[in-house]
C-alpha cells in the first residue's frame, strides 16, 4: 500500500509540474502511477489532498544547496556573497523545478489554498536571504534596516530566469550547458545587485573568483545606478 502511494505522489508531483494543478486529472495520475483511479482515492480524498501532500512533502524537506552555501558566505564582499546565494538558489529551483513551476503555472489560479501554499514554497528561499541580509548590515556591509523588499525582488528574478530558462530549453534538470549559461547571468547581475539595491561600492578593478563559471567575476565601482566605464 505504501508502494502505490509513494508512486502516486511522484507522478503527482511530475504532472502538477508539467502541466499545472489545475489541468491536471486524477485520471491522467493514476495512469502514470501504474494504478487504478479507485486506488488514488483509497490513499487521498480528492485531488487537492493529494496536491497538499505532494507540497508539504517538499515543505518538510531541507534545501540541501543552501546548507551547502553556508559555508562559502564570508560576510566581507556583498558582490561575492550574493554570486553564492543566487547560484544556490538557482540550483535550488532546479532541485525542485516540478514543485516550483506550479508557482507559475498556477498564478492566477481562483483556488485560495492553492495560492497559500505556493507562497509557502517561495517563502523558503525568501526567509534564507533575509536572514543572510540581517546579519550582512550587522557586519557593516549594507545598511541596518528590513530587507525584505530586497530580498523578495532578488528571489523573484532569480526565480524567473530559472524558470524562463526550463520553460525556453525544454528541460527540467541542469544541465552542464545551462548551468554554465545561468551562472554566468548570476555572475553579471550581482554587482547590479548590490550596487542598485544596496548602494555597495565595491573596489576598482577588484575580481571575485566565481569558480563555478569557469571565469572570474569582475566587481562594479561606483554609486548607485551609475554605469561602469
Not at 545561468?182 to 547581475?189: G, I, Q, T
Amino acid at each position: 500500500l505504501e508502494y502505490n502511494r509513494t508512486k502516486i505522489l511522484k507522478a503527482s508531483l511530475a504532472l502538477f509540474g508539467a502541466r499545472g494543478y489545475s489541468t491536471t486529472t486524477t485520471k491522467e495520475i493514476a495512469e502514470r502511477s501504474g494504478v487504478s483511479e479507485g486506488t488514488v482515492f483509497n490513499h487521498f480524498r480528492d485531488k487537492f489532498s493529494l496536491y497538499g501532500q505532494v507540497v508539504d512533502a517538499f515543505l518538510d524537506q531541507p534545501i540541501d544547496e543552501i546548507e551547502a552555501v553556508e559555508k562559502k558566505l564570508r560576510y566581507a564582499n556583498l558582490t561575492e556573497d550574493l554570486y553564492h546565494l543566487t547560484t544556490a538558489y538557482i540550483a535550488a529551483v532546479f532541485s525542485h523545478i516540478h514543485i516550483l513551476r506550479i508557482v507559475m503555472l498556477e498564478k492566477t489560479s481562483r483556488e485560495p489554498r492553492i495560492a497559500r501554499r505556493e507562497l509557502a514554497a517561495v517563502d523558503k528561499l525568501t526567509r534564507h536571504l533575509e536572514q543572510y541580509l540581517s546579519r550582512a548590515a550587522t557586519e557593516g556591509l549594507i545598511p541596518e534596516k528590513n530587507h525584505n523588499i530586497e530580498a523578495n525582488l532578488i528571489i523573484s528574478h532569480v526565480m524567473r530566469i530559472a524558470l524562463f530558462a526550463s520553460a525556453g530549453e525544454k528541460t527540467f534538470s541542469l544541465t552542464p550547458e545551462l548551468k554554465r549559461t545561468l551562472f554566468r547571468e548570476a555572475e553579471d547581475m550581482c554587482p547590479k545587485i548590490a550596487r542598485e539595491l544596496f548602494g555597495y561600492p565595491a573596489p576598482d578593478n577588484a575580481q571575485i573568483t566565481a569558480p563555478d563559471s569557469g571565469r572570474g567575476m569582475e566587481a562594479v565601482a561606483g554609486l548607485p545606478g551609475h554605469s561602469p566605464s
